[in-house]
């Protein structure tokens, strides 16, 4: 199996920063990050300090947003700290250098906005609008050379007049020393008439000729008054450039690089913070934008705030937290982004408004009420009240024979705790009345409101006799509140799964295994958040253009092939696991390569100092589930970033605590998190198959956001995906019988389609040849017909005989299958498959590199082996004697032996597969090796126990280019092996082998005639 490879990776840049020149004695007084590098963008302009994450978007309007986290805000903003900074772009191309930076004297020049003119100095001077530099322009027209793209300058604004000795200038009127550039039209300092700087057309010191030019300067008395201010020396490129806003234009002699970010800007001057309708308000501590889209022509954002007990900010009414979908048609004003839908955690439905046009979570607020369980009825007291499992609401359980009505439609269905109501009695400020019971949905709703709450049943609640009075203390965590929206007492503490979001628009029918839909677009996500079930998640909802999306069309994987697709977010399957600590995602569809990344980090400030240098990874796939493993893009320690730009506490880096902004009590080493895509960066080279990925990444100190490039090699080959309309195909088994009659289930094997059906085939044949007349008699009729769905969310499938399939899951889960069908078609799994089919037997098999099986065949006590082949290479034994009775635990019908190390250095093959005891290998240069193993899974990691002598032997070559390669034992004719192939041309070849692994590197010993025959196409 061939795997993604990272090429390199290195930091372009630092996107974000400032300088502490609010401080009387600055520690960072110049624009530069910890390299010394300058930045492009001065962000203290616009009074955010650092910042963090970035969250991003292209939009409909060419632009691309990027929505900053948690900023620490300068000393001059009018902003709170910890609000949200929302910039944008409309580069298309990363720079490869910095910014200008200023040093030294300050210069106002002389210009046509105060009285300038040909008389006072050298006209046709002119301020570039990509680099900021000064440059001649003669009649007004572009020239030189810009170091922003290597085009002309592109003159706009005022018109300078420089002073200079063709016209009496002296150093009495400014600094001397300063020429044109014969090569790129800049103005540069040029001491002593000698070249120097960095010239943007070759790299080399500028070329002084022509007048000499004296800038009048705060040194010698110039002001605002006798011209335009903030001009400044560039100490890298020895330009004059203007330093009067936050861009620092482009300099050829700055290293780093990224792009200029613009503001959106409050009329204060300073950012406008993120902020949403209620109950979002304005993001702080700990609560940023995590994912965001385009669509319909507005930016979508994924935003989440937490209980005021994790982060310190308290929301009038109590609000619950999560993950909240806002929206924003014109997202570069300054204004609020409206709320769409709590996403996660869902909270039972509720219809979103009186127009009951759809479903969302109820909308919660107040007390925090906590309900007496089991108590038995008496004089004011109730019982039978029950959550409804649907809608969440508690309603009255206490009639056989109706049972309310849900807002899911039908009625309510009763979860198993039952509660015991108080009524009757006086409200007390612990205890609130008003509560009443409806008598067309059997729902209890506050009846103290102005209208009657939406009830599922139609029109208002009508309220019954009974006023009961519910317990509620700021002290006790309640589980039940008030929803604005329908009235009802509500059931809370669901947990949260989806509350950082990786979304990405895509064009479902180029994605297989989409749920069917008659619309053309769709939203995939991606989704984590600390759980019971730690992992990343996946679901997906239909665009219904130009309708907004609908929280009640999301749905949600679940790695059921039978049903793959549930509205149910319990119900979603963990892709792959990640430890309960912080990360946020982002995700991307290439079109180029075809395929999905993911990126995350696994670092975090949450496991004590080693959980600071671990990785920022990315995952590749060509489908929506079955992902790569984690491919290291970023690692603070092989990278050398500690001490560099990086803090380190042991050291002598001044990161911490002289960067801005620094915290002078918070001292840890630096650790990267938020690593967010910048798809519009991506580039693809088809004829190298390389990817140049480019992506956010926080470092925590420096608390800055740098952008980050990292180059990978994707060989066609990524997990199972092949070329053919395979993803994997994998020979049954043969099956057993009481007595020695045969092989019963001969030629039958399975292939896992694009699509992720499971496809049922046998072939009997003897390897005639494709097109001969017997050929096509040598297929069973009922071949390629479709038995199941789903199975393309499998790391591993494999047969085991007798019509047992075992596939693992990502999240490490062994799932086991028998089918005893026989080849009818049945997509949706209805029929055929053993009642214990889809049982979890084991857990922890995700790390495998490869598994390949010696299946049950012939007499029923033939043992079962599986062997998996570890990360380390070492080959690991197992054999399972159950029936699939459910053991996630993988404590039942397991040898004692299963578990223990009969090889090693088993890591490097393309291609492995069991047939009976007999395992044929392809390595990396394509030697077809032969092994025999008739050992009882004798724990001997050198693999000297059990291993027939000829193991290892090379029995042919040229096996490199095959895509699958599986088989088993016939005893049609001559006993032996059979070995089927799929070529680079989809060509099905059909090969038996007779030998004992007799070393023949040719491979002309024991093979059939007909070996190498085509027997089908297409696959």
């Known amino acids: 199996m061939t795997s993604v490879r990272v090429l390199f990776t290195n930091r372009v840049g630092q996107l974000t920063g400032s300088t502490d020149l609010f401080d009387r004695d600055p520690k960072w007084p110049l624009l530069v990050d910890a390299e010394q590098w300058p930045l492009l963008n001065d962000t203290g302009r616009w009074g955010a300090l650092g910042a963090d994450l970035g969250a991003n978007t292209e939009h409909s309007d060419g632009r691309l947003y990027i929505f900053f986290g948690d900023t620490t805000k300068t000393p001059n903003s009018p902003n709170e700290q910890n609000t949200d900074l929302v910039a944008w772009t409309d580069a298309n191309k990363v720079l490869r250098h910095g910014g200008h930076l200023a040093l030294g004297w300050k210069f106002f020049l002389p210009n046509d906005h105060q009285g300038a003119t040909e008389a006072t100095g050298q006209k046709d001077w002119r301020f570039c609008a990509k680099c900021h530099g000064l440059f001649w322009a003669q009649n007004d027209q572009p020239a030189g050379v810009c170091p922003r793209d290597g085009l002309p300058h592109d003159p706009i604004g005022w018109k300078f007049f420089l002073p200079n000795d063709h016209q009496g200038a002296t150093e009495a009127t400014g600094q001397k020393d300063w020429r044109f550039c014969a090569k790129c039209h800049g103005l540069f300092w040029a001491q002593n008439d000698q070249p120097a700087g960095v010239c943007p057309r070759d790299g080399l010191p500028h070329d002084p000729i022509g007048w000499k030019f004296f800038l009048p300067n705060d040194h010698q008395g110039a002001t605002e008054a006798t011209g335009q201010k903030d001009w400044r020396f560039c100490a890298k490129c020895h330009g004059l450039f203007w330093d009067g806003d936050a861009h620092k234009g482009s300099c050829k002699g700055s290293p780093g690089g990224g792009f200029d ?25 700990l609560e940023t934008p995590n994912g965001a889209f385009s669509y319909a022509n507005k930016v979508w954002v994924f935003a ?31 204004g609020l982004f409206q709320k769409e839908f709590l ?46 499992r649907n809608c969440e609401t508690l309603f009255w359980d206490g009639d056989p024979n109706f049972k309310g ?83 009802s007492l509500v059931r809370t503490g669901q ?69 793959p697709w549930s509205p149910n977010v319990d119900a979603a399957v963990v892709l792959f696991s990640h430890t309960n600590t912080y990360t946020h995602l982002s995700a991307a569809w290439l079109e180029g390569p075809k395929r999905w990344i993911l990126l995350y980090s696994n670092a975090n400030d949450e496991s004590g100092s080693e959980g600071y240098h671990r990785p920022a990874v990315a995952r590749v796939s060509s489908s929506l589930w079955d992902w790569s493993d984690e491919i290291e893009i970023f690692n603070p320690n092989t990278q050398g970033a500690y001490g560099r730009y990086m803090h380190q506490v042991v050291g002598t880096d001044r990161i911490w605590p002289d960067i801005p902004p620094s915290d002078p009590n918070n001292n840890h080493e630096g650790w990267a998190y938020g690593a967010f895509l910048l798809n519009r960066f991506t580039e693809w080279n088809a004829t190298n198959r390389e990817l140049d990925i480019y992506y956010l990444l926080s470092l925590s100190l420096p608390y800055q956001v740098q952008l980050m490039h990292s180059r990978l090699l994707i060989p066609d080959e990524v997990t199972h995906a092949s070329r053919t309309s395979h993803l994997k195909l994998l020979h ?56 199941g769905r789903g199975w393309n969310g499998m790391l591993h499938v494999f047969g085991c005989g007798d019509g047992i399939i075992m596939a693992i899951h990502s999240n490490g889960n062994l799932h086991w299958y028998s089918y005893i069908g026989n080849g009818e078609h049945n997509p949706a799994a209805t029929s055929g498959w053993h009642p214990n089919s889809g049982n979890v037997i084991g857990n922890g098999w995700q790390s495998f590199r490869n598994i390949f099986v010696f299946p049950q065949a012939g007499r029923s006590t033939d043992r079962m082996q599986i062997f998996g082949v570890a990360q380390n290479g070492d080959l690991h034994w197992y054999s399972y004697i159950g029936n699939g009775e459910h053991n996630p635990e993988g404590t039942t019908g397991w040898h004692p032996n299963s578990g223990n190390r009969v090889g090693n250095g088993w890591q490097n093959f393309r291609h492995l597969h069991g047939s009976g005891n007999v395992v044929f290998g392809v390595n990396e240069s394509g030697n077809l090796l032969w092994y025999s193993y008739d050992g009882e899974g004798e724990d001997d990691v050198s693999g000297g126990t059990g291993w027939h002598p000829n193991s290892g032997n090379p029995i042919g070559r040229g096996w490199q280019n095959m895509q699958h390669i599986f088989g088993g034992v016939t005893d049609l004719g001559q006993f032996g092996h059979i070995i089927m192939a799929v070529d680079q041309n989809r060509n099905l070849l059909w090969y038996k082998y007779t030998g004992q692994g007799e070393r023949d590197d040719t491979g002309s010993l024991g093979w059939h005639p007909r070996s190498g025959n085509r027997i089908g196409v297409d696959w």
């Not at 613009?262 to 949403?276: H, I, M, R």
């Not at 020695?740 to 896992?752: K, N, R, T």
Request: proline share 9%.
């Open 732 to 787: 049954g088994g043969n099956g057993t019988t009481l007595v020695d009659s045969g092989l019963p289930l001969q030629g039958i094997f399975y292939g896992v389609t694009i699509n992720g059906d499971l496809e049922w085939n046998r072939y009997t044949g003897s390897g005639e040849q494709e097109g001969e007349s017997s050929a096509a008699q040598s297929w069973d009729p009922q071949t390629g017909n479709l038995i």
């Open 261 to 285: 970010l613009n503001p959106v800007l409050a009329e204060s001057g300073f950012f406008d913070p993120f902020t949403g309708t209620e109950p979002i308000g304005q993001l702080l501590s």
């Open 495 to 563: 947990e949260a799964v989806f509350s950082w979001v990786a979304p990405c628009v895509v064009q479902n029918s180029q994605h297989p295994g989409l749920p069917q839909t008659p619309h053309e677009q769709g939203l995939v996500m991606y989704g984590f958040f600390y759980s019971s079930n730690p992992g990343i998640r996946l679901a997906w909802m239909p665009l219904r253009t130009p309708a907004p999306p609908m929280i009640q069309d999301i749905l949600y994987y679940t790695g059921n092939p039978a049903a």
């Open 343 to 388: 996403l996660s955690p869902q909270i039972g439905w509720c219809p979103r408004d009186a127009s009951r046009d759809r479903l969302e979570s109820h909308e919660l607020l107040g007390f925090k009420f906590t309900l007496s369980e089991n108590l038995p009825p008496g004089t004011n007291f109730q019982a039978n009240y029950r959550r409804c």
């Open 405 to 487: 009505r849900c807002h899911r439609g039908g009625s309510h269905e009763a979860a198993d705790q039952s509660y015991v109501l108080l009524h009757s009695v006086a409200e007390n400020a612990q205890n609130q009345a008003n509560w009443l019971r409806c008598e067309k949905c059997l729902s209890i709703f506050w009846k103290g409101a102005e209208n009657g709450g939406l009830c599922p049943a139609g029109g208002a609640h009508q309220p019954s006799i009974l006023n009961f009075v519910l317990h509620h203390n700021p002290g006790e965590e309640g589980k039940w509140r008030y929803c604005i929206k329908c009235h």
């Open 304 to 334: 989440g705030f937490a209980e005021a007990k994790f982060t310190g900010h308290s929301r009038p009414g109590d609000p619950p937290g999560g993950c909240y979908l806002t929206s924003k048609a014109e997202p570069h004003k300054p």
